[in-house]
């Protein structure tokens, strides 16, 4: 199994720029979730897909962020305009069903935004 | 909101045992899980507990009381490998993962 796979593992940008984090899941999962992990915040859930659904978004910080999941094997994570702060390491994780499944993360995308 | 306590960071020694401890206040409970995450790699799987008590795997083992909001890893016979970040997790309602901030471990020769 190839695991969850990232794209791209580093990406460094200047302030106002679009940035786009892309997300293949393991195969057969039905559940995508999109976390941020920075160092004064930890480890941070923005949003989670059941079967290409946004079922909860409270996390996704502001309207710069967007996450859409066109199909069972895709899913991005849009930040525009982007911004210094936004700086992190974006994790997208994925799980077979709901109860007692464990969550696979992907080995993440590190942002820096000039 | 939600509130999830552990300890900064500790130090044990090669061979050792060490307990890192983890208390929660949420407004859900449906399983408290313990990931493992070396610097600058990505949170690995270790164990969940949903019932109170005690699940063993292997050289780590996970204890939990729901009534007292606390649960525990313990890891035992110590080795350098284990030096790495280790989460508390609980997961809410639905399929919602909240996570402490994490307890990071230094393995001392």
């Known amino acids: 199994d190839a695991g969850v796979i990232q794209s791209p593992r580093h990406e460094v940008t200047e302030m106002g720029q679009e940035v786009t984090l892309r997300c293949k899941p393991i195969s057969g999962h039905d559940y995508l979730f999109w976390y941020r992990q920075t160092m004064m915040r930890g480890l941070e859930l923005l949003i989670y897909f059941n079967n290409n659904v946004p079922i909860d978004d409270s996390g996704m910080p502001e309207d710069r962020f967007s996450a859409k999941m066109p199909n069972a094997s895709f899913s991005t994570l849009k930040i525009q305009p982007s911004e210094p702060r936004d700086s992190a390491v974006y994790f997208c994780?994925?799980?077979?069903?709901?109860?007692?499944?464990?969550?696979?993360f992907g080995p993440g995308t590190r942002l820096l935004v000039l | 909101g939600q509130n999830i306590d552990q300890p900064t960071e500790m130090t044990a020694t090669e061979g050792a045992i060490v307990q890192i401890n983890c208390t929660y206040q949420t407004s859900g409970f449906n399983g408290l899980f313990w990931y493992q995450q070396h610097a600058g790699e990505a949170p690995t799987f270790l164990s969940y507990n949903v019932l109170d008590g005690l699940e063993e795997k292997g050289r780590f083992s996970s204890f939990l009381s729901r009534s007292k909001g606390y649960s525990y890893l313990l890891l035992k016979e110590l080795q350098m490998k284990d030096s790495a970040s280790y989460l508390c997790a609980v997961r809410l309602y639905g399929n919602k993962l909240v996570f402490g901030a994490g307890t990071i471990l230094r393995v001392k020769s």
């Open positions: 994780a994925s799980s077979l069903g709901q109860y007692l499944e464990t969550q696979y």
